[in-house]
């Protein structure tokens, strides 16, 4: 199993411009996340999803959209880039179980923007 | 609404010494909380995680936590401060009942001294 995988691991961006985030899971798990850190900020969460066709909005859900067309992909899209956005983005999985059930991250994207 | 607190963003020790990372969270649901660590330029790893069979959760390298629910608190502690051990740490609850995502603290950044 490869686990979550982000792709892109960095982009640079001018502002204004639109790109989306890449994540993928084969553990077949339903709940999916995605956080940013920031320095000083810890991991601050966008937007999760619980299944195929359901969003909700996280912590800081401005400037992103999701979507969940199947169990394995939850791309996180920037409409219009801004210098704020920059920072690391992390794609998390986790199985429906028990309610501790423990997190699997992706490797991050470093994202910038000019 | 779940939050967290972590107690100092900066926590220095030397070699052997005592670990104490302080965390105080807000929750309108019984809380399941964790421990994160994050290693210099890596993803982040679980360190432990509260299951409510018992109040003090050992993890991973020596690290473990108790909750005590009076005190809204699940302070990580580490007897001997190992080099190794320098890394950032956050402590982390569910957001909701159904533990779908996390909210994570800000973080603590341990550095050890030999």
């Known amino acids: 199993n490869a686990g979550v995988t982000q792709t892109p691991k960095f982009q640079v961006l001018k502002t204004g411009q639109s790109m989306t985030l890449q994540c993928a899971q084969d553990m077949n798990h339903e709940y999916m996340s995605w956080y940013r850190q920031d320095p000083g900020m810890g991991l601050r969460l966008i937007h999760y999803s619980v299944g195929a066709g359901i969003t909700d909005q996280g912590e800081v859900p401005n400037g992103y959209n999701v979507s969940r067309s199947t169990t394995e992909d939850f791309p996180l899209r920037l409409l219009s880039a801004a210098p704020s956005q920059t920072s690391v983005y992390f794609c998390?999985?986790?199985?429906?179980?028990?309610?501790?059930?423990?997190?699997?991250f992706g490797s991050g994207t470093q994202l910038s923007v000019l | 609404a779940q939050s967290v607190t972590q107690l100092g963003s900066h926590v220095s020790v030397s070699e052997g010494a005592l670990v104490l990372l302080r965390c105080n969270y807000s929750s309108s649901v019984p809380p399941y909380l964790f421990w994160y660590v994050q290693y210099p330029n890596q993803g982040l790893q679980l360190l432990l995680k509260y299951t409510s069979a018992a109040t003090l959760v050992k993890g991973i390298n020596g690290f473990e936590a108790e909750f005590k629910k009076s005190e809204t608190s699940f302070h990580l502690t580490k007897p001997s401060a190992h080099m190794s051990d320098a890394a950032e740490y956050f402590c982390?609850?569910?957001?909701?009942?159904?533990?779908?995502?996390?909210?994570f603290g800000k973080g603590t950044t341990l550095s050890v001294s030999s």
């Open positions: 982390a609850v569910t957001k909701n009942q159904a533990g779908t995502a996390l909210i």
């Open positions: 998390a999985s986790r199985d429906r179980g028990a309610t501790n059930e423990k997190l699997f």
